[in-house]
């Protein structure tokens, strides 16, 4: 297991806690924590976009099986060096447009915590798509040099 498999199960672990907390306190005490919500709202967004990075990394995502798997194995290997290339100048675009968008918002808080916007949402967005882009260039690398990429998965971030 990786550092994002373990965060992962932190993330849904504190969103079990926080939603069952809301639920004691609205249903035992009769009284609302104005928290929770938000706290579980934010780490919802953690858990969506850190999962997407795994996704990359685990080949998971939705793909046109279908078609692919009709190609010859060379063809097929070219179009998903080409898909690759394409997902990682995305997740580069996201990344940068993430990071703009993370700088214009430093001054917003969370109405109920009032913690910094940009930093419990909003950078979830740019720090994510790194993250994909780092297992994107090793899927790439795997596909490429298929026998080199063995000893980067002892050096996962």
């Known amino acids: ?5 373990y965060l992962i199960g932190v993330l849904f672990g504190v969103t079990l806690l926080v939603i069952t907390a809301q639920i004691v306190w609205r249903y035992v005490f009769n009284d609302s924590l104005t928290w929770t919500e938000e706290l579980a709202r934010y780490l919802f967004v953690w858990i969506t976009f850190v999962g997407a990075a795994l996704a990359i990394r685990d080949g998971t995502h939705i793909r046109m099986a ?71 260039c090793r899927r790439f690398a795997h596909r490429v040099h298929p026998g080199d990429v063995d000893r980067w998965r002892r050096e996962e971030p």
């Open 66 to 136: 279908l078609v692919i798997d009709r190609l010859s194995a060379q063809l097929r290997r070219w179009l998903e060096v080409a898909q690759l290339v394409l997902v990682a100048l995305f997740l580069c675009l996201v990344a940068g447009l993430g990071f703009q968008w993370v700088w214009l918002n430093t001054d917003a808080v969370t109405p109920a915590l009032g913690l910094p916007l940009a930093f419990v949402s909003y950078a979830a967005l740019p720090l994510a798509s790194l993250w994909g882009i780092f297992y994107t």
């Open 1 to 5: 297991m990786s550092l994002g498999d």
